[in-house]
């Protein structure tokens, strides 16, 4: 079998030309071995039909083998010129002849030193792109995390609404400036508070070296 690749034949066929000439060469030997099976049927029953005669089915046997193998190796050679010809003259696409998808780059021909170029800034621009959408994600999932924080910030805003207006029914005054006051007193309470516990624990270590 032809060791070239034969990549443009294979390009237009669909197929490598060694592959189609396997495949022909396999059905030729398959064909062979069973008209061999089918002569060795014959021969068989022509000696059933002879009386007296020797000749036992093993020695029909062996006989066929070697006529399969003298038929074999007559095939192969047969088979060898065979395929030359058709991978030189049927299966092979002369060096002058330009595929039509390929007639673009007799148009813009570049070497390989652009292609090189143009894979390396293709390969920047998909991890650009990639970044990009990675980016994107992350926008969107800070987008959804905002819209949860402005849905319950909207809750809480709604019930401070609710309470000032139950503290205005009752003449509390304004919820905002009451709740302003409040958070100062409980901080002037915790001063005082942690003031007291000082003085506590001053007061115990004073105890204990009494």
Same mark, same amino acid.
């Given at each position: 079998?032809?060791?070239?690749?034969?990549?443009?034949?294979?390009?237009?066929?669909? #197929?490598?030309?060694?592959?189609?000439?396997?495949?022909?060469?396999?059905? #030729?030997? *398959?064909?062979? #071995?069973?008209?061999?099976?089918?002569?060795?049927?014959?021969?068989?029953?022509?000696?059933? +039909?002879?009386?007296?005669?020797?000749?036992?089915?093993?020695?029909?046997? /062996?006989?066929?083998?070697?006529?399969?193998?003298?038929?074999? %190796?007559?095939?192969? /050679?047969?088979?060898?010129?065979?395929?030359?010809?058709?991978?030189?003259? =049927? &299966?092979?696409?002369?060096?002058? =002849?330009?595929?039509?998808?390929?007639?673009?780059? %007799?148009?813009?021909?570049?070497?390989?030193?652009?292609?090189?170029?143009?894979?390396?800034?293709?390969?920047?621009?998909?991890?650009?792109?990639?970044?990009?959408?990675?980016?994107?994600? +992350?926008?969107?999932?800070?987008?959804?995390?905002?819209?949860?924080?402005?849905?319950?910030?909207?809750?809480?805003?709604?019930?401070?609404?609710?309470?000032?207006?139950?503290?205005?029914?009752?003449? +509390?005054?304004?919820?905002?400036?009451?709740?302003? &006051?409040?958070?100062?007193?409980?901080?002037?309470?915790?001063?005082?508070? /942690? *003031?007291?516990?000082?003085?506590?624990?001053?007061?115990?270590?004073? *105890?204990?070296?009494?």
């Amino acid at each position: 079998m032809s060791v070239d690749p034969m990549v443009y034949e294979t390009q237009f066929f669909g #197929f490598t030309p060694q592959t189609c000439m396997l495949r022909v060469y396999i059905a #030729f030997q *398959d064909y062979l #071995f069973e008209m061999m099976l089918v002569v060795e049927g014959v021969m068989l029953k022509k000696l059933d +039909a002879i009386p007296g005669c020797k000749v036992s089915p093993s020695q029909i046997r /062996k006989c066929t083998e070697k006529f399969l193998l003298f038929m074999k %190796e007559h095939f192969d /050679k047969l088979f060898a010129k065979m395929e030359e010809m058709l991978l030189q003259l =049927v &299966l092979n696409i002369p060096k002058n =002849v330009l595929l039509p998808e390929d007639r673009v780059q %007799e148009q813009y021909p570049y070497s390989e030193e652009e292609f090189q170029a143009l894979q390396e800034e293709l390969r920047q621009l998909q991890q650009q792109c990639r970044a990009e959408a990675a980016l994107e994600q +992350a926008l969107r999932a800070e987008l959804e995390e905002q819209k949860v924080v402005k849905a319950e910030l909207e809750k809480i805003l709604q019930c401070f609404d609710g309470v000032e207006s139950i503290c205005r029914e009752h003449g +509390a005054g304004n919820f905002r400036e009451s709740f302003a &006051l409040l958070t100062q007193n409980s901080k002037k309470l915790q001063d005082v508070l /942690k *003031d007291v516990e000082e003085k506590s624990k001053k007061m115990k270590q004073g *105890d204990q070296l009494m």
